[in-house]
């Protein structure tokens, strides 16, 4: 009889994340709209800081103190209530593993970001899923789902993968519903696309309240995904429970130094904001004049867009075309989306290439 070391149930229970492709099939290389990273690259000053970065045989600053400065000075934060992690993943992950664990609930909604449910599962949780309405976060849903075993409550604002988004009105109308014993994290990777006026109010609800933790990333508008730098804000007892499990130079020197550098750059923050809303605008009419051919775009804030496939042209032959065409985008059919292909905002170039494409295809598959 073999011996070998098991795995406890929980997780094998996982579905390993699946990254965004950039390969084709076949293995060429792909342009990637299928992780919403920046199609503008990453601010001049970020990519000048990474040259004069610290030597890597030192080790990082263990707690990013400049960084967390500066990320208190820009949103007015004391750097006591930020924690840096390793991309906003790391921050998820050790908010239910703080918070959560066998016999718990972790509840998030239907169609939000895939790292919930390994979070969920990996301490030993369960999962709670509430409905969607429409694609969207339904607070009455969540609410609703909302029992005594509920420790954890994640919430994507605007969410991944369908680009929805709740007003203020509706993130406090969920809040003031939780139990104030449940962590409510909102994770905010994409709150940088917002404009000032769809502010969801989660920085403020975050300052006053002893249950809230609000997550962000310099993966997404920042450009930074590759360096891995994501941070959280909390009261100092959920900063505390964080900074204890974290890991101990959980952001490297690189990564520390090209965030540093890209906070400073708010223009290049700007740019992109602009230019994504510029073209997503663009895309949704061209999406919308296909309507008739049963594409749908759902409403996004985001700096991608879920488009709902319901005619003779189904989402497989669209990611399928797309990838023929050149472009790597997402289709979610194990997301419970098998219908639905999520395509990141890219260039001026590149979203009119995408556009052609799927006009020609919907021409032929009449
Ligand atoms: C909603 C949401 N949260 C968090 C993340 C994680 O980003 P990172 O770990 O790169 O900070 C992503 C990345 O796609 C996301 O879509």
Redesign the pocket.
Known sequence: MSHKPSPKPWINAIHAYVPGKAHADDGSELVKLS??ENPLGSSPAALAALAEAKAPAGYPDPDSGELRTAIGELHDIDPARLVCGT????L?NLAAQAYAGAGDEVLFSNFS?A?YEIAARRCGATPVIAPDVDYGTDVDALIAAITGKTRVVFV?NP??PTGSYLAASEIARLHAALPSDVLFVL?Q??AEYLTAEDDDGGLSLAADNANVLV?R????IYGL?GE?V?WATGHPDIIASLNRIRGPFNVTNHGQAAALAAVGDQAFVAASREHNAAERARFVEVIESLGNHGLRPLPSKANFLLVLFDGDLTAEQAYRALADGGYATRWLPGAGLPHGVRITIGTSEQMADVARILRELTETAQ
């Open positions: 992780a919403n991309g906003s993943d790391e998820l970001f790292v994507a969410n991944n994770d990777a994409y997550t990333t310099f993966s997404k995904a891995r994501g």
